[in-house]
Structures are given as C-alpha cells and as structure tokens.
C-alpha cells in the first residue's frame, strides 16, 4: 500500500504535467514569450513559495543554513534543466503535443533514470541503489523491465507521430510544425531536462533536514524544488525577456485589445497546474524512495497524457488505422510499464 500510494501521487503529478500547457492555448493575442514567461513566474516562483511554506514552515532556516556548495550544485542543474524546460516549449510548438512530449520527454526518461544509477556505481551513497545492485534484486530487475517497457512505448508513440507527420503533409495541424527545427530543439531539451532529476539528488540533504526537524516527510523534496526553480526561473527569464526586446513585444503586457485579465489567469493557472507535477512527484518520491523509480514513473505518466490529449484534441484526426494502432500500442505498452515498476517497487516493502 506504501508503495501504491508512490505510484499514484507520481500519476496524479504526471496528470498535471501532461495538462499544463492546454490554458495557454487560450490566452490571446500575446507572443510565445510573454505568456511562457507570466506562467514560470506562477510556476517557478509564486506557486512553489506559497506551498512550500504551508508544507515546510521555517524552511527559509533550512536554506539559510545548507552548505552553499549543496545550493550551488542545487541552482546549477535548476539553471541547465531551465535551459531545457525552455526548449521544451518551443518543442511543443514546432512538433505537436503527443510528438513533442514523446521525443523530449523520452530522452529525459532515459538520462534522467539511468544516469544517477550509473554514477552511483563510481560514487556509492548511503541509501542509493546502483544499477549493478538493481540488476541483483527481484524488485530492481521489475523496475529495469518497467524502463525497458517505456522506451518501447515511448518508441512507438514517437513512431506515430513521424506516421502522421508524413500523412499530414500539406493539412493545417494547428501548431507551427516543423521537423528539422522540432528535433533539434527536442534532444536538447531531453537530455538538459533530466538535470531536475540531478538537482533533486543533489539537494538530498535539504530533504534530510525536513526530516531531522520532524516535519512532514512527505514533502521533504520541497525546499529542494524551490532552489531548483530559482535556477530554472533564472535561466527562462533572461530569454523570454530578449525575445520580448527583439519581438519589440513588451507591449503585451498591457494591451488592452488583448483580454489581459484572462490572459494573466490563464497563465498563471497554467504555471500553478505545472507546478503541480513536481509537488506530487515529492510525494511520491518520499513514499518510493527510488530516484530511478520515481522519475521513470513520472516522465511515463507524462507522455502517456499528454498523448491522450492529443487524441482528445483530434491531433490524429486524419490518419490511417496503421497509425491509430501504432499510438493506441504506445499508449497501452505505457500503462503497462507504470504497473510493472509499481510492482517492481512493492516488491521492496
């Protein structure tokens, strides 16, 4: 029940994950730049301070207090996972919902699991699993299947996409797409968003404060989140900022033509529903307590609702039943791996 309970706060997370980009497809007449920018100053700084501090009172002290080194590490993979969650929206922009979140979100699946595993071989931790120890145990050996699983799911879902992509060719598809600019931008974004899965291990030490001081264990990752989106916060502004000097797009802001009021609560919903993901996802991390486990669960989640969008939003609207069958494979094969490395994980208690 431990563990069950891991795996659907990581669902839930990976629900809000998946839906948080639908408000700013409403918000009207403002450039990419300044809704994505209004939306991470909900996301990264006003929605993650306001929780924080009802979860985790007194956790300014615990800031104050951590070794700067730790923040140091903490903001620099916030900084490059920023890098990352920029392009990712740029990504969504040029591919679509379901080929978007299937290529970026795959490759931090991968780096973002699979690394720490790794590094933990070269650099043993107290409480860290390595992936030679993983491969040892019944439950590690479910979680590795689980991961493999994903990929195959994942594989087939970017494997559609391509599908309707060709087919398509010459429709309107109501986004900007573009393949050459979409993939380029795609693999940067997976590989530099798995760095948020670093931070957290990174900052396990402020997690282990939460804890020592006898608040809930259940949002130890919080204080964490909020350095890590410090850097990530850094890293968006600054670009959204020059893209609203070169777009000469600072007059969004105030725009009575456009509906302001409805534009700010809309990104400001769709920056709270973002933040969402990671909120549960600490929660879900503190009943796993699995790095891999967790993230794989997470960015799974994320890619199988975001598919599912793009099938509520007739994406696939216009293709034939070789390419509905290849996506409905990748999405069943997706919910098949959250199962197996939920399994994989009650195995352990």
């Given at each position: 029940?431990?563990?069950?309970?891991?795996?659907?706060?990581?669902?839930?997370?990976?629900?809000?994950?998946?839906?948080?980009?639908?408000?700013?497809?409403?918000?009207?007449?403002?450039?990419?730049?300044?809704?994505?920018?209004?939306?991470?100053?909900?996301?990264?700084?006003?929605?993650?301070?306001?929780?924080?501090?009802?979860?985790?009172?007194?956790?300014?002290?615990?800031?104050k207090s951590a070794p700067q080194n730790i923040l140091g590490y903490v903001f620099l993979f916030g900084v490059l996972w920023g890098i990352g969650g920029l392009t990712f929206g740029l990504g969504i922009r040029y591919l679509g919902l379901s080929l978007g979140n299937s290529l970026i979100l795959g490759l931090s699946l991968v780096f973002g699991a699979l690394t720490p595993l790794v590094f933990y071989i070269f650099y043993p931790m107290a409480g860290k699993a390595d992936l030679i120890q993983m491969v040892q145990t019944r439950s590690g050996q479910f979680v590795i299947v689980g991961i493999v699983l994903s990929m195959i799911g994942?594989?087939?879902?970017?494997?559609?996409?391509?599908?309707?992509?060709?087919?398509?060719?010459?429709?309107?598809?109501?986004?900007?797409?573009?393949?050459?600019?979409?993939?380029?931008?795609?693999?940067?974004?997976?590989?530099?968003?798995?760095?948020?899965?670093?931070?957290?291990?990174?900052?396990?030490?402020?997690?282990?404060?939460?804890?020592?001081?006898?608040?809930?264990?259940?949002?130890?990752?919080?204080?964490?989140?909020?350095?890590?989106?410090?850097?990530?916060?850094?890293?968006?502004?600054?670009?959204?900022?020059?893209?609203?000097?070169?777009?000469?797009?600072?007059?969004?802001?105030?725009?009575?033509?456009?509906?302001?009021?409805?534009?700010?609560?809309?990104?400001?919903?769709?920056?709270?529903?973002?933040?969402?993901?990671?909120?549960?996802?600490?929660?879900?991390?503190?009943?796993?307590?699995?790095?891999?486990?967790?993230?794989?669960?997470?960015?799974?989640?994320?890619?199988?609702?975001?598919?599912?969008?793009?099938?509520?939003?007739?994406?696939?609207?216009?293709?034939?039943?070789?390419?509905?069958?290849?996506?409905?494979?990748?999405?069943?094969?997706?919910?098949?791996?959250?199962?197996?490395?939920?399994?994989?994980?009650?195995?352990?208690?």
């Amino acid at each position: 029940m431990y563990a069950l309970f891991g795996v659907i706060f990581h669902v839930i997370g990976g629900v809000a994950a998946g839906s948080f980009y639908m408000p700013y497809k409403k918000v009207k007449k403002w450039n990419w730049e300044s809704y994505w920018i209004v939306g991470g100053i909900s996301a990264w700084l006003i929605v993650p301070l306001i929780l924080t501090a009802v979860t985790v009172p007194g956790f300014s002290e615990i800031i104050k207090s951590a070794p700067q080194n730790i923040l140091g590490y903490v903001f620099l993979f916030g900084v490059l996972w920023g890098i990352g969650g920029l392009t990712f929206g740029l990504g969504i922009r040029y591919l679509g919902l379901s080929l978007g979140n299937s290529l970026i979100l795959g490759l931090s699946l991968v780096f973002g699991a699979l690394t720490p595993l790794v590094f933990y071989i070269f650099y043993p931790m107290a409480g860290k699993a390595d992936l030679i120890q993983m491969v040892q145990t019944r439950s590690g050996q479910f979680v590795i299947v689980g991961i493999v699983l994903s990929m195959i799911g994942i594989f087939l879902c970017g494997k559609a996409g391509m599908m309707k992509e060709k087919q398509i060719s010459g429709q309107k598809t109501g986004t900007e797409f573009n393949l050459k600019k979409g993939l380029l931008v795609a693999i940067l974004s997976g590989i530099l968003s798995a760095c948020f899965n670093y931070g957290i291990e990174a900052g396990k030490s402020l997690a282990e404060e939460v804890i020592h001081l006898g608040l809930n264990p259940l949002f130890q990752n919080n204080v964490t989140f909020v350095v890590l989106l410090w850097g990530g916060l850094l890293t968006n502004l600054i670009w959204c900022l020059f893209l609203n000097y070169k777009n000469k797009s600072f007059k969004d802001y105030s725009n009575t033509n456009s509906p302001l009021f409805k534009n700010y609560f809309l990104c400001f919903l769709a920056g709270a529903i973002w933040f969402l993901q990671f909120f549960f996802y600490g929660m879900g991390e503190s009943r796993l307590g699995n790095g891999a486990s967790s993230w794989v669960l997470h960015m799974t989640a994320i890619i199988l609702i975001g598919n599912l969008w793009g099938v509520f939003l007739k994406e696939w609207k216009g293709v034939n039943k070789r390419t509905k069958l290849t996506i409905s494979m990748g999405i069943l094969i997706l919910l098949s791996s959250i199962g197996v490395v939920g399994y994989g994980n009650s195995l352990s208690y």
